[in-house]
């Protein structure tokens, strides 16, 4: 992914949104078929060092094995709050792990790269993808994060070697974040949606599926911290649109009916269908009920 101040090319996306809070609203209306891709969740085991890297579970994985009653249908308009009982919660398993909650904002880029497996082969133009970034993300401003990860000698550091370690890892997380994308963030161009306003990239699906974006878009993503990932992503055809908001927990994809069939249909991602003006607020999900829900 490299930088592009050419925030023009996403002039059509404002006008086929429409509604707060609903599926149109978020990825562009006028498409064949939608898909809802509930985002990962992670399971860890209490006790274990925090840097074991979590498993990840599927939504209904989770609902299945909780420990809470009753436990949570999932269904193409589910929300977090259903299984976990309130917004943030993680969920106990029966084997005593907690799970979740699933990040907002973003997948992740082991789903990335199975949703673009498929998106690849909808689109004319493979390589000549747009994604946008959030502007909003702290990582996208590195000289400003307190974010840092330092290395030290075995043993107890002394105030220099801490000094340095600290000036080192400084360095790097500000090398890995494109100076060009920090401009962007703070003084534009940008990409204006409603409520969100966006960095401009281009990218291609094959780095989507390899997960090279990670060491090579210049996001953040340092020492295996995650940066910032795309919300928005289309191709030159606009053959199918992808979208995440950044305060739900799941990815919409709008295109034709052949490519939502095979979304729904990879294992390796939880999706349903879902139509434009279905409702992804706490209260859109009429099936279970939803604690706290507004």
């Known amino acids: 992914m490299r930088f592009t101040p050419d925030v023009a090319r996403g002039d059509w996306i404002l006008p086929r949104l429409r509604g707060w809070g609903v599926v149109g609203g978020v990825v562009p209306r006028g498409f ?16 274990v060092d925090a840097e074991v890297p979590p498993e990840t579970l599927q939504w209904s994985e989770v609902a299945a094995r909780s420990s809470r009653l009753p436990r949570a249908v999932v269904h193409p308009l589910v929300q977090w709050t259903s299984i976990s009982g309130a917004p943030g919660d993680s969920v106990t398993l029966a084997d005593g792990r907690e799970a ?12 990335w790269s199975a949703l673009a497996h498929h998106l690849g082969r909808r689109t004319a133009a493979p390589d000549l993808l747009t994604a946008g970034v959030w502007n ?3 990582e996208l401003r590195p000289g400003r ?26 360095t790097e997380l500000v ?20 409520g969100r306003d966006y960095v401009l990239l281009d990218a291609t699906t094959d ?4 997960g090279s974006w990670t060491r090579t878009s210049g996001l953040g993503w340092y020492r295996g911290l995650p940066g910032a990932s795309p919300n928005l992503l289309w191709p030159a055809d606009r053959a199918w649109s992808v ?9 919409l994809v709008g295109g034709t009916r052949a490519l939502v069939e095979e979304i729904l249909a990879d294992e390796a991602l939880e999706a349903f269908e879902v139509t434009e003006d279905d409702d992804l607020t706490w209260t859109g999900d009429a099936v279970n009920r939803v604690p706290g829900g507004e």
């Open 32 to 47: 064949e078929a939608y898909a809802r891709i509930l985002h990962p969740v992670p399971a860890h085991v209490p006790s």
């Open 100 to 111: 979740g909650p699933p990040g907002d904002g973003a997948l992740d880029p082991a789903a």
């Open 136 to 138: 909003g993300y702290g």
């Open 145 to 170: 994060s307190s974010q840092l990860f330092l290395a030290v000698d075995e043993g107890v550091p002394t105030p220099d070697e801490l000094e340095r370690a600290h000036a080192h890892a400084k």
């Open 175 to 194: 090398a890995s974040v494109d100076p060009e994308i920090t401009s962007a963030a703070d003084d534009g161009p940008l990409l204006e949606l409603p």
């Open 207 to 210: 780095e989507l599926v390899d």
């Open 243 to 251: 979208a995440s908001e950044i305060d739900f927990d799941s990815t």
